[in-house]
T-cell receptor
Framework: SQTIHQWPATLVQPVGSPLSLECTVEGTSNPNLYWYRQAAGRGLQLLFYSVGIGQISSEVPQNLSASRPQDRQFILSSKKLLLSDSGFYLC???????????FGDGTRLSIL | AQSVTQLGSHVSVSEGALVLLRCNYSSSVPPYLFWYVQYPNQGLQLLLKYTTGATLVKGINGFEAEFKKSETSFHLTKPSAHMSDAAEYFCAVSSAQGAQKLVFGQGTRLTINP
């Protein structure tokens, strides 16, 4: 069966520090991969998606970037974190457009 | 472009009462519709989905939703609420095109009163 792993579960970082969040999927090949951010009391905002290795689409201009170095690995990064980067970050995968996306357990990021 | 509106950011019902969470969507192409549930500090879990075929879809935990094209709605219902249903619920829409980008509603927080 397919599984998705996100880490770390929680992270506290100072303003201006770098960021690297990792997401890996097991049990499937060539998935579509997604990064979402959920700000407090708000819905989910799609940040990036990827349909293949090295293929990244950005949905909103921001201080973050994403990379997909391997088929089932998706990384969210920042060179310098801002206070506004705080939130709950969720990774998801899917294989077909009529199938649901499956979500990881998320990373709670707090910027001090 | 697609969009989702969830009417009511907070819904409160008594245990055993009917649960009704409203979702209206906008889509220029035939939509795929999903309901997800999120418990505190967790990811999203799929409750049910509509892609094609039967417009009344049944999901996990006794939930069901009906796709009404004429009303552009996909409301979520459960006949009898249980305390464990307390969570945040998200409606989402996508299409068959491209990389299946989901557009989410703002969410509805469901509270169950004993």
């Amino acid at each position: 069966s397919q599984t998705i792993h996100q880490w770390p579960a929680t992270l506290v970082q100072p303003v201006g520090s770098p960021l690297s969040l990792e997401c890996t999927v097991e049990g499937t090949s060539n998935p579509n991969l997604y990064w979402y951010r959920q700000a407090a009391g708000r819905g989910l905002q799609l940040l990036f998606y990827s349909v293949g290795i090295g293929q990244i689409s950005s949905e909103v201009p921001q201080n973050l970037s994403a990379s997909r170095p391997q088929d089932r690995q998706f990384i969210l990064s920042s060179k310098k974190l801002l206070l506004s980067d705080s939130g709950f970050y969720l990774c998801a995968w899917s294989v077909h457009s009529d199938q649901p996306q499956h979500f990881g357990d998320g990373t709670r990021l707090s910027i001090l | 472009a697609q969009s989702v509106t969830q009417l009511g950011s907070h819904v409160s019902v008594s245990e055993g009462a009917l649960v009704l969470l409203r979702c209206n969507y906008s889509s220029s192409v035939p939509p795929y519709l999903f309901w997800y549930v999120q418990y505190p500090n967790q990811g999203l879990q799929l409750l049910l989905k509509y892609t094609t075929g039967a417009t009344l879809v049944k999901g996990i935990n006794g939930f069901e939703a009906e796709f009404k094209k004429s009303e552009t709605s996909f409301h979520l219902t459960k006949p009898s609420a249980h305390m464990s249903d307390a969570a945040e619920y998200f409606c989402a829409v996508s299409s068959a095109q491209g990389a299946q980008k989901l557009v989410f509603g703002q969410g509805t927080r469901l509270t169950i009163n004993p």
